[in-house]
């Protein structure tokens, strides 16, 4: 995570993120270099999206992404600690309702994209990761792969895998981070286990295609 030692200031998302997913192995490092390419200072005011036939629109960063059937929204009613030009909460789905209890994973999509300059002295997407580690481990989640590029339909995107094993209920979580126009976009996914993670994140497209590359991590000598 190129050593990176900065702290995140308080934006709201993070603690969004973390709060609707209570019931919320060495990989291939890469350096925060080679990552993505340092961005130019903008303001992050990007289009919220829109749902039309079951489908999730943002012009700002051109994806789309396809909701998993039954599934419920409650991107409205989770946005307030949204902040416009620092903060914003694009997109929150669920298997069911977060208010409803269950004994399962409550298995989610959040998408937030958040300004670069919340996080002083960020300049690569997995810079990103240093934060967002301490703070998933934090809730008992363990790393599974370091952050590793990967090309979601042509997009490249950086990749962070973290599990929970708990008595009654195990979980998967996977984030991919972006840096454009001022932002840092992150798309968190939630799930039983690393398919139902796949399943999800191939609902995800940049420019109209649905291809997800995810390069394996190096095997261990």
Same mark, same amino acid.
Request: aromatic share 8%.
């Given at each position: 995570?190129?050593?990176? $030692?900065?702290? &995140?200031?308080? +934006?709201?998302?993070? !603690? ?5 997913? @209570?019931?919320?192995?060495?990989? =291939? ?7 993505s ?8 005011s ?34 307030? $600690?949204?902040? &416009?030009?620092? +903060?914003?909460?694009? !997109? ?5 309702? @977060?208010?409803?209890?269950?004994? =399962? ?44 590029e ?45 398919d ?14 649905t ?11």
């Amino acid at each position: 995570m190129g050593g990176m $030692g900065f702290r &995140p200031c308080s +934006s709201g998302i993070f !603690l969004l993120l973390l709060a609707v997913m @209570p019931a919320l192995g060495q990989g =291939t490092h890469i350096s925060a270099q080679a990552s993505s390419k340092p961005q130019a200072r903008q303001t992050c005011s990007p289009d919220p999206g829109a749902i039309a036939d079951g489908v999730y629109r943002n012009s700002s960063f051109a994806f789309s992404y396809k909701l998993p059937f039954g599934w419920v929204e409650r991107t409205a009613q989770m946005q307030e $600690g949204s902040e &416009p030009g620092k +903060s914003q909460l694009l !997109l929150a789905v669920f298997e069911r309702p @977060p208010e409803a209890a269950g004994d =399962t994973v409550n298995s989610a999509v959040i998408m937030a994209a958040e300004s670069v300059d919340l996080y002083p002295g960020l300049k690569y997407a997995a810079d990103y990761f240093a934060p967002l580690t301490e703070l998933t481990t934090g809730k008992g989640f363990k790393v599974v792969n370091e952050p590793y590029e990967v090309s979601v339909s042509g997009k490249q995107m950086v990749r962070g895998d973290f599990t929970k094993d708990a008595p009654a209920l195990s979980m998967y979580q996977t984030s991919l981070v972006a840096l454009a126009k001022g932002c840092v976009l992150s798309v968190t996914f939630l799930g039983v286990d690393e398919d139902e993670v796949d399943q999800l994140i191939d609902g995800l497209s940049f420019s109209g295609s649905t291809k997800t590359t995810k390069p394996k991590p190096a095997a261990k000598p």
